[in-house]
């Protein structure tokens, strides 16, 4: 693993964070007064930004971490654990009267999710709950489940950003406000890379398809339109030209948090000074990683990452094909 300078900060990931309560397998649900069986029943830290942030802690990259949880035992969890993946906490807020973030998934057997969500301190988070230290020492700044932001203003946010030379990524996750292009499109012209699932695009464009999804978000603003298409792989749309990247075959445990690991790899890429093919293909293998535990990151390997595309990529194929065997 590449070590940096004590204090550095690679990246600043802003955004969601919440406890996830995994029950699996879960495919009915117990009718009133009756019970089901579960083999996985867990605690563990979720949410867009806190995943990816993990999983870049896991890569190698100096990851700060700001957000809002509440004053709470579930919110005591998320610092303990955060601090132990060796993520800069120096910028997540704790507030009374606020309750963490917290999301009940429940895993079929065929590793897909579904969720129950309470809201919390995600949807209170402010842009001056962010101190404007970690924006001036950052290279990077992504921001996790923008969507679920309710009181974050993007687009400001990517203003400071850009404002001290930083790169910048969104990853939307599903909008339970409705808001959609409301939220999203101010923000776009600010965006260097928006990751986005097929039915997330579809609510943001109305459009169907990775093509004219990705299509509609670029002409909207955006620079780069990654979509992930889950074991299809995923669809990039720049200004260069486009292409798919096929996903690995897996035969999937726990799907959760793949897709933030997902956008972790690329982001990878990106502070490496790769292609966005080789990006692309090195995300993938991150994703196929991911899915082969149960939780978000438990997957993705502390290997020798040397920040080198091509030995880098060898790397995770190899494991993969350990995986697989």
Known sequence: MVSDPIGAIDVLVVGLINTDIIVKPVDWLPPKGTSILANTLEAAVGGGAANTGRALTKL?????????????????????????????????????????????????????????????????????????????????????????????????????????????????????????????????PLTDLLFTNESEGEMLTGETGPTKIAAALRKAGAQTVIIKRGEKGCYVDSQAGSFGQMAYPMSAVDTTGAGDSFVAGFIHGGLSGWSLEESARF??????????????????????????AIKDIRRIDSYVNTLQT
């Open 60 to 188: 190698g990259w100096h990851v700060a971490l700001s957000g809002l949880v509440g004053k709470d035992e579930l919110g005591d969890m998320i610092y303990r654990v955060l601090r132990q993946a060796q993520v800069n906490v120096e910028y997540l807020h704790q507030k009374e009267g606020v309750p963490t973030s917290a999301s009940l998934v429940l895993v079929g057997s065929d590793a897909e999710r579904s969720f129950i969500q309470r809201t919390g301190g995600n949807q209170v988070y402010q842009l001056t709950d962010l101190a404007e230290a970690p924006l001036s020492q950052a290279r990077w700044l992504h921001v996790g489940g923008c969507l679920k932001m309710k009181s974050l203003n993007l687009r400001d946010l990517l203003l400071t950003a850009k404002s001290h030379g930083l790169l910048t990524s969104m990853d939307t996750d599903w909008d339970i406000f409705n808001a959609w292009k409301h939220k999203l499109y101010s923000a776009l």
């Open 283 to 308: 995300a993938t293998g991150i994703a196929a990683c991911s899915v082969m535990a149960i939780g978000t990151v438990a997957g993705i390997p502390l290997l020798e990452w040397t920040r080198e």
